[in-house]
C-alpha cells in the first residue's frame, strides 16, 4: 500500500475508541453502585437530619439578616453536620473498593487542593473579567474590612488625641480566632452539599422510576450536581440585601465554585478529604485578605511540592510491588508446571 495512513488512522481510531468506551463503561458503572448506594433506605431521623443540614440551615442563613440568634444557631447546625456526614460518608465508596493507604489519601488531598486552586484562579479570572460590578463590590468589602481589623482610630470630642491602635493580645486572638473558626465551619459545606444530592437522587428515583431502573444513571447524578451548584451559589446572597448586578454575579462565581468542589467530590469519592480541601482553601484566602499577602499561593506551592515527593513514592512502591509479583509468579511457574506434568 503506498498510502497507508488512513489504515493507520482507522487503527488508531479503533483503538482509541475501544479504549474510551471501556473507561466510560467503567465510569458509568461506578456512578451507578455510588447512586444506588446514595439512595439506600434510610431511617427517618436520619433523613430529618439531612433536610435539617439542607433547607433548615438555608432558612438560617436568611434569618441572619434579621438576628443575631439565627447566626449562632446557624453556626450550631454546620457542627452537628460533622455527624451527619460521618453517617453518610460511607455510601460514596463501594464495599469492592480496594483500601487505601494514608500516602495514597494524602495524595487524594493534594491533588484535590491542586486542582481546586487552578480552578478557582480559572474563575476569579473570569469574574474579574466579565463581572464588574461584583469584583468592586467584593474589592470594597475586603478593603474596608481589613482597615477595619487592622486600625481604628478613636478620637475625642475636641479631636485632640490622635487615633490609636487597638490591637490588644485578646482583640487579636477574638478576630483571628474567629475568621478561622467560620473558616473551618465552612468546610462543613461540602456535608450539606452531599445531603442535598442524596436528596435530589432520592426524588429523581421516585419520579422516573424506569429511568433509574435501566441504569445510566449519570444524568441524574450531574442534574443533581448542577442544581446543588446554583443553590450554593444563591446560598451565598441570603445573609445580605444586594444589587441584583452584584448578587447575580455572586451566584455566578460561588456557583462555579461549588461545581468545582462537586466534582472534586464525584472524583475522590471521599468527603473529607473535600471538606478539608474546602476548609484550607477558605483559611488561606481570608489569611491573604487580611493577614498575610499571597497565603494562598504560598500554601499551594508547599502543597505541590508534597504531592510530588508523596508521587514519587507511590511510584517507586508500585514497582517494587511489581517486581515482587513478577518474582512471585517466576517461583511459581515451575510448580504449576510439575502438577500438570
Known sequence: MLFPFPAVFKRVRDSCGKGF??????????????????????????LFAIILVTIGAEVLLYLTRYSTMANTLYDAVMVSSFFIGWKLYRRLGSPHDHPKTKRQHALQFTGAFLLFFLGSMVINVFSTMTLEDFNTDYDHYVQNYTSVQTYMGTDDDDGAHPAKPIWSFFE????????LYTDTLAGLEEVWRLGYIILLLVIFK???????????????????????????????????????????????????????????LLWTRNLWVIVLVHALYDITATLSWYYVDYAVELFALVVLLIHVILFSFEKSNQRRLSRESGMIELVQAPEIIHNVE
Request: charge should be positive.
Open 206 to 264: 421516585k419520579v422516573f422510576p424506569r429511568r433509574w431502573e435501566s441504569g445510566r444513571r449519570d444524568i441524574f447524578l450531574m442534574t443533581a450536581l448542577f442544581l446543588t451548584s446554583i443553590i450554593f451559589g444563591i446560598d451565598h446572597t441570603l445573609d445580605k440585601e444586594q444589587p441584583w448586578s452584584i448578587k447575580m454575579g455572586a451566584i455566578v462565581t460561588f456557583a462555579n465554585m461549588g461545581f468545582l468542589f462537586g466534582l472534586l
Open 172 to 179: 487579636k486572638v477574638d478576630t483571628i480566632g474567629y475568621d
Open 21 to 46: 468506551r471501556e473507561v466510560d463503561e467503567i465510569w458509568r458503572a461506578g456512578n451507578d453502585v455510588m447512586t444506588t448506594n446514595l439512595t439506600k433506605p434510610m431511617s427517618k431521623k436520619l
